[in-house]
């Protein structure tokens, strides 16, 4: 247990990285502006790949080696499609019809796309000809071959654990760190193994059995925001900290004017889990959809019930309502503060923080 206050990463120093914190790949609020702001800061800054097309992918990757000299991680999800059915639609379109009413929509509006596609052999080929020095996964990992593809690589591979059993799996998969994605976390939970929200840990937990059981550096996440959380999780053992939602403001995120307003009033003391906007158990801020349906048993499975709830959201926008938009944030959203990359890596962990 490290209860010296200075920090430094086994893991970020092995790749290139000054400073022991990596800046969550956040997935629709921000590209390679923030990645290249974290970077040149000294932390690993990521770039959420998981709603990007393969040009995109590389014209990103591009703009963050033209912008930086500094190693970056590029993020993906790796969720295995199961079967979606006309029957399951039917029964979410059933659910959400009286909001279709109330903006005009009907079945007709329901889209057939968008849905984040999981990584696959295309996008494998790509990672390995651009060789990244870091590729991280939310939802388990790709097949064996594709993983094989990118270790080859050379890139160095992370993946989330939201119980002990997910840490055991990954680290038999042969990668090379493992962030302990606690209940506090913003965003998708990365839970892959077991869908009983009542059996994940709080980042209090989860991190020190990690520590305790896994022989791979463990990256905290989920509730960081200052440095009083990041002293904590080096205290119980972090090799590296994590951290998305005291990001959410940073002056290079593309969060949206309402999704910053709301993490700046009382709003921000309200986080609930949801499946409705993806399928998938994400932490947000409560709205009138999410107060609504909370976690609803007939969403269909990650990434299909976004299918039907997308569109309601894109019309509701357009009136300038987002009381059917997800607003990603963790249970610390309360702590957050507006500044540049530097600024916020600056709060979370102050100079004096950061070992040699
Ligand atoms: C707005 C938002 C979007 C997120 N999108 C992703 C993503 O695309 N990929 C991913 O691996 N994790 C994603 N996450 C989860 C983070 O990786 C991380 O687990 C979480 O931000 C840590 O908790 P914190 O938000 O309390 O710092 C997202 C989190 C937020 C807040």
């Not at 053992?237 to 949206?256: M, S, Y």
Request: include cysteine; proline fraction near 5%.
């Amino acid at each position: 247990m490290n209860l010296d206050n200075t920090h430094t990463s086994n893991f970020l120093s092995s790749v290139g990285c000054e400073k022991p914190i990596i800046q969550a790949p956040m997935a629709g609020v921000q590209d390679s502006r923030l990645a290249i702001a974290v970077c040149n800061a000294g932390g690993l800054g990521s770039l959420p790949c998981a709603m990007l097309s393969l040009e995109q992918i590389e014209n990103e990757i591009t703009n963050i080696r033209t912008h930086t000299q500094q190693p970056f991680n590029v993020n993906f999800f790796a969720h295995h499609l199961v079967n979606y059915t006309p029957e399951m639609e039917k029964e979410w379109y059933n659910i959400l019809k009286p909001y279709y009413k109330k903006f005009g929509l009907t079945e007709r509006d329901i889209s057939n796309t968008g849905g984040r596609q999981p990584f696959n052999q295309e996008t494998a080929d790509l990672i390995s000809d651009l060789k990244v020095p870091v590729v991280s996964f939310h939802f388990g990992l790709p097949n064996d071959n594709l993983l094989e593809k990118i270790k080859n690589s050379g890139a160095k591979i992370i993946s989330s654990a939201t119980t002990i059993a997910e840490a055991k799996w990954l680290q038999s998969k042969g990668i090379d760190a493992i962030i302990a994605q606690g209940l506090e976390a913003g965003g998708h939970r990365g839970m892959f193994l077991n869908s009983d929200v009542t059996a994940q840990l709080g980042t209090f937990s989860l991190l020190p059995n990690l520590v305790n059981t896994i022989d791979l550096p463990i990256i905290a996440a989920g509730g960081i925001c200052n440095d009083v959380t990041a002293n904590c999780a080096f205290a119980l053992g972090a090799d590296a900290i994590q951290v998305g939602t005291a990001f959410l403001l940073a002056h290079e995120a593309n969060t949206t004017d309402r999704h910053k307003q709301a993490l700046q009033e009382e709003s921000a003391n309200d986080t609930l889990l949801t499946n409705i906007f993806s399928g998938g158990i994400a932490r947000g801020i409560r709205n009138q959809l999410i107060g609504d349906l909370g976690i609803h048993t007939s969403a269909p499975p990650f990434p299909y019930a976004s299918f039907v709830t997308d569109p309601l959201k894109k019309k509701a926008e357009q009136e300038g309502n987002f009381e059917f938009s997800s607003m990603w944030a963790g249970q610390n959203a309360c702590l957050t503060n507006t500044g540049s990359a530097t600024e916020i890596i600056d709060m979370i962990l102050p100079p004096s923080c950061i070992g040699s």
